[in-house]
């Protein structure tokens, strides 16, 4: 299905991103991955080449996202290297807990310069190579950009704005023939509550709670994720832009009673 094609994914060293990984390196995709630790990078990057029918070898590229220079890197690397980029998928980003109360401004700088100042940049260096392609892109938001939830409100507004940008960017790349969509997940069992949100008997209460806030009675899987990413980044989809598509067992519909 993407044969020929170059697809940048951000935060490929862990969670979605490596699944996501997995999921196009399974469809003959050419890869450029991205994460910041280099050691995640290289067996996620090894186990790609082993299932592509190709055997094709990803580029890794080690990057903070918040740097601008590593964000400039990403495209000059890919485009040194293939001269075209497919599809990109802006996976990267980062969860802490805190109310209006207790969220720092660091806090917020961190959470904001990582999951919208870093795909904005990205995008923006992107684009015309993406309309030279006709291509795509996709954005990893939550459930938490669509609807509002306690305790963790600089990573709300973040993915809300992520939302936004989405739409925003479809309507300014659709004549262009670019595609923009993003996928909202809900709680997915990556890991990334543990880094900053909360701790291990935390979240395994948390876990237990999946049952009564999605409507399927449980968290979801990365698997379940990146195949929704690989089908809106196909041209399976090639009739859907600016979507903000829930991956999130029915959180999104549920109501407190």
């Given at each position: 299905m993407f044969t020929g094609k170059v697809v940048i994914i951000t935060g490929a060293s862990s969670g979605i991103g490596a699944e996501t990984a997995l999921e196009f390196s399974k469809l003959n995709a050419i890869l450029v991955l991205t994460g910041r630790n280099e050691e995640n990078l290289s067996k996620?990057?090894?186990k790609c080449e082993e299932m592509s029918p190709s055997k094709l070898k990803p580029l890794k590229i080690v990057a903070d996202l918040t740097n601008e220079?590593?964000?400039e890197n990403i495209i000059k690397s890919t485009v040194n290297k293939f001269k075209r980029i497919d599809v990109l998928v802006?996976?990267?980003?980062?969860?802490?807990?805190g109310s209006i109360e207790t969220t720092s401004l660091d806090q917020y700088d961190f959470i904001m310069n990582t999951n919208v100042r870093a795909p904005y940049q990205l995008t923006m260096l992107a684009v015309p190579y993406l309309v030279k392609t006709k291509g795509n892109i996709v954005n990893v938001s939550s459930v938490a950009g669509l609807r509002s939830f306690p305790n963790i409100v600089a990573y709300c507004t973040s993915k809300a704005a992520l939302d936004q940008f989405t739409r925003c960017v479809c309507l300014e790349l659709a004549p262009k023939g670019v595609r923009v969509n993003a996928v909202n997940p809900g709680v997915i069992e990556t890991g990334i509550h543990l880094k900053g949100a909360m701790n291990e008997e935390e979240y395994k209460a948390y876990l237990v709670k999946c049952k009564d806030t999605h409507a399927l009675g449980r968290s979801g899987n990365v698997k379940e994720v990146s195949s929704v990413i690989a089908f809106?980044?196909?041209d399976a989809a090639s009739n859907i832009t600016g979507a903000t598509l829930p991956v999130d067992g029915g959180r999104h519909a549920m109501c407190p009673r």
């Open positions: 996620v990057s090894l220079n590593d964000v802006n996976n990267a980003g980062v969860l802490a807990s809106l980044a196909s």
